[in-house]
């Protein structure tokens, strides 16, 4: 019997729901620290932001806040995590849409370190959001009723995970 040791790797875009009642701060705190541990290289990382349109500027200002508290200047910041290899590094870079970057969004070939990143008033259509990202950038989607958002989820690919910030237990449940 011959065998071999073999790695199974999950992943998928796993979304991340921001609901209005949500504790903003501390949704934002965690999903900083979901996103970016390994530099996003995770398969549970969460892949795309899925947010009530009306909290959206409020979160992401947040979002910012915690991102530069967590790691401070990626590129210069010895303790960050870069990408994995050359190809990788390239495959997210490719990613990164300059006119749509409102935080980060910049790299360092030499390093293979790129910034957080959060990209907003992303399209379905958008490269980034045709494969799994595996790396420190987030695009931000916004809806106006969480019914639609659970549209937008199903009509992708299962995702290895989910993640819904809210105050709400029906909304959770609704999710669920």
Do not use: W
């Not at 960050?80 to 490719?94: L, T």
């Amino acid at each position: 019997l011959f065998r071999s040791p073999v790695t199974l790797e999950l992943g998928g875009k796993s979304p991340c729901i921001v609901e209005r009642s949500a504790k903003l701060d501390l949704a934002a705190k965690r999903l900083v620290f979901g996103k970016l541990l390994n530099c996003g290289q995770t398969c549970v990382a969460p892949d795309y932001l899925l947010i009530d349109r009306t909290v959206k500027d409020a979160f992401l200002k947040r979002l910012q806040f915690h991102m530069t508290a967590m790691v401070g200047d990626a590129l210069t910041n010895d303790g960050y995590v870069h990408m994995i290899n050359q190809k990788h590094f390239d495959r997210v870079c490719s990613l990164i849409l300059p006119q749509k970057v409102v935080f980060g969004g910049k790299a360092d070939p030499q390093t293979l370190r790129i910034q957080p990143t959060i990209m907003d008033c992303v399209s379905p259509d958008d490269a980034v959001m045709q494969q799994e990202i595996f790396g420190p950038v987030l695009p931000v989607l916004t809806y106006d009723s969480l019914g639609g958002a659970v549209t937008k989820i199903n009509s992708m690919a299962h995702p290895l995970a989910l993640y819904i910030f809210t105050e709400d237990e029906k909304n959770a449940r609704e999710v669920t």
